[in-house]
């Protein structure tokens, strides 16, 4: 259950499109810089505004809690062509969350491999649901 939702008029869900895409996009001039680091934060940066962007277009609210793993939860309500594929990706949405701390907060310093993972997981997001989007404008 989400604990703080914030109603945003169903019209804006592109200006959060726009963040994914430039989120997305940074991620990927990132991991060419080899700033694993900022690829994994662009990572789950761009799949969180992609989540933010369908739930406004279809539900017209956002999570705005603290805690990023809430903005999962929106997606139940928000319906897909492929269910059983939107229900997967919650698995990739909760572990690429998981590797926010790490790569801003802690001393670790992230991987390449953990970068790719990251990439892997935000492009399997990404892709998914800004299609989703796609599909719904009329």
Known sequence: PI???KFVSRDLYGNYVKKAEEFYEEMHSSFQKQHWNVCISNAVLAA?????????????????????IEAVFLLNDVKTSDENRKSNLKTEIAELIEM??????????????????????CEKIFSFLKAEIERKIV
């Open 100 to 121: 926010k701390t790490p790569s801003q907060y802690s001393e670790k310093l992230m991987s390449k491999a953990e970068a790719e993972k990251a990439m892997n997981r």
């Open 48 to 68: 969180i505004a992609i989540i933010d962007a369908v739930a406004i277009q279809q539900l017209g609210k956002k999570s705005s809690s603290q805690n990023h």
């Open 3 to 5: 604990t703080r939702q």
